[in-house]
């Protein structure tokens, strides 16, 4: 007798990160957006002082953390929610927003994320091309049926590294009707330094309520392994996730890690600050070997070399550095690194340079 699984998720494909051959010495990691620089050193601070007390459960409601959020973005902690990483949110917003057979809109060339949890839950995936490596947001308006339930909007997206003009976000907000939510996944926004960057927590603010901004503290706190993501929302919004979401979904290290890297600027403003040189660097060097790198306003670029970039990518993995390769992203012949340290990355700029010669 076979057990009752669904098709639709035993079609998914198990996360398996790209393994370097054995042998291969002091791998370098530039698949995942990491921050180069480490966690804040408060957090991790903060962290020792906390080891003691993981016998007990974590606050439930993230209490101290949502408030913090809520005194920095100017809304009420009851506009908040937290969870097990940005990520968790598009699980936890396909759950309960998406049956079987609705519709999700994503773009063509986005994070791959909102395509694997709304196949999980039985939706049907509208992928809208992105236009000049940007969301197409015209299209994806027009992409609205009376079947949608969600629009997953990435900016700065992943994996192109593209900031959607303010303008072209306003009106599409003012197109998409009011029953659709409009999830804006900014995982990345505090790299859109100096950028015409969409202000969406002011709009939220402003009542729109079928607004999501989602938000990680995996990128520019350097705290990915902890699992720590945060939603701006709606107080209907944020009070329905909170029902859907599991009570200790944030763990209580992740909990005081979060708050106090919240505190470190000082981190913030040295990674942002090793990220834009990282990015000079690489718009510098990848021109002088004749590739185009697409502008990112991220800790990551997206380069078109070609070739299908698993053709890079696997010959890089055996130099001892892991990137992405983007065929399977709707980016055929274009690949996806982080920024690493400045020595890895000028390892990396040879490797590639000696690769592509
Ligand atoms: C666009 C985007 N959203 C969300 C996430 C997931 O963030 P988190 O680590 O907070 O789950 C990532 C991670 O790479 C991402 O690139």
């Not at 994320?113 to 999980?120: D, G, H, V």
């Amino acid at each position: 007798m076979s057990l009752p699984f669904k098709s639709h998720i035993a079609g998914l494909p198990v996360y398996q990160p790209p393994v370097p051959p054995a042998g291969v010495q002091n791998v370098v990691d530039m698949s995942s957006n990491e921050n180069p620089l480490g966690p804040s050193p408060k957090a991790v601070q903060a962290l020792y002082s906390a080891m003691g007390t993981v016998h007990r459960y974590p606050d439930a409601s993230s209490a101290a953390l949502k408030t913090v959020l809520a005194a920095k973005w100017d809304v009420s902690p009851a506009n908040v929610a937290l969870a097990n990483g940005a990520d968790e949110f598009v699980l936890l917003l396909c759950l309960s927003l998406v049956e079987p057979g609705d519709e999700i809109i994503m773009a063509h060339g986005s994070f791959i994320s909102y395509l694997l949890r709304a196949t999980e839950v039985g939706a049907r995936v509208v992928r809208v091309p992105l236009k000049a490596y940007t969301h197409d947001l015209e299209a994806m308006a027009q992409a609205i049926t009376d079947r949608t339930r969600l629009v997953f909007v990435c900016n700065p997206n992943n994996p192109t590294g593209t900031v959607i003009p303010t303008r072209a976000f306003e009106t599409f907000l003012d197109e998409v009707p009011a029953n659709v939510p409009v999830v804006v996944d900014e995982a990345y926004f505090e790299y859109a330094v100096d950028a015409d960057f969409f202000s969406s927590v002011e709009r939220l603010r402003a009542g729109q309520d079928n607004l999501i901004v989602l938000r990680s503290f995996s990128k520019v706190y350097g705290l990915a392994g902890l699992r720590v993501g945060y939603m701006v929302a709606s107080e209907a919004v944020i009070d329905y996730i909170e029902r859907a979401r599991p009570p200790f979904n944030v763990n209580r290290l992740a909990q005081v890690a979060a708050l106090a890297a919240l505190g470190d600027s000082e981190h913030v403003r040295r990674s942002l600050e090793a990220n834009e040189a990282a990015r000079q660097f690489f718009y510098r060097e990848l021109a002088a070997i004749g590739l185009y790198s697409i502008p990112t306003r991220t800790n990551f670029m997206a380069v078109d070399v070609g070739r299908p970039g698993t053709e890079v990518a696997r010959p890089l993995l055996e130099r001892g550095f892991i990137i992405t390769a983007l065929d399977g992203w709707g980016l055929p012949g274009h690949i996806r690194f982080s920024f690493g340290t400045p020595e890895e990355n000028q390892a990396f700029v040879a490797a590639l340079r000696e690769l592509l010669s």
